[in-house]
Nanobody, 120 residues
Framework: QVLLVESGGGLVHSGQSLRLSCAGS????MAWFRQAPGEERMFVAG????????QYGRSMEGRFTISRDNAKNLVYLQMNSLRPEDTAIYYC?????????????????WGRGTQVTVSS
């Protein structure tokens, strides 16, 4: 059983930053997705097992940075210049394959999510 635990969410003002963390071990490609009320789950960022390859969603590149520390079994999402439209529950996801993808169906393991709220 793979357990993923997210942390680091909270309430910030527009333009501020947050860093999310996801704890999990023995995993391959990992990603962050987010879901706002009434919307579908959206790809935010992904990273390969070794950390050499990253992917970003369309509106996140340049503001968000995904990284991982395999020695600590942690994946991070640094979010800068946050906007009200970034408000959502952010989920950590993992798969056994070494690469990440943008599709939720490709991930077998999910955390319970952490709420990020950005006020204007």
């Amino acid at each position: 059983q793979v357990l993923l635990v997210e942390s680091g969410g909270g309430l910030v003002h527009s333009g501020q930053s947050l860093r999310l963390s996801c704890a999990g071990s023995g995993l391959g490609g990992m990603a962050w997705f987010r879901q706002a009320p009434g919307e579908e789950r959206m790809f935010v960022a992904g990273i390969s097992r070794g950390g050499e390859t990253t992917q970003y969603g369309r509106s996140m590149e340049g503001r968000f940075t995904i990284s991982r520390d395999n020695a600590k079994n942690l994946v991070y999402l640094q979010m800068n210049s946050l906007r009200p439209e970034d408000t959502a529950i952010y989920y950590c996801a993992a798969r056994t394959y070494p690469t990440s993808t943008i599709y939720p169906i490709d991930y077998a393991y999910w955390g319970r999510g952490t709420q990020v709220t950005v006020s204007s």
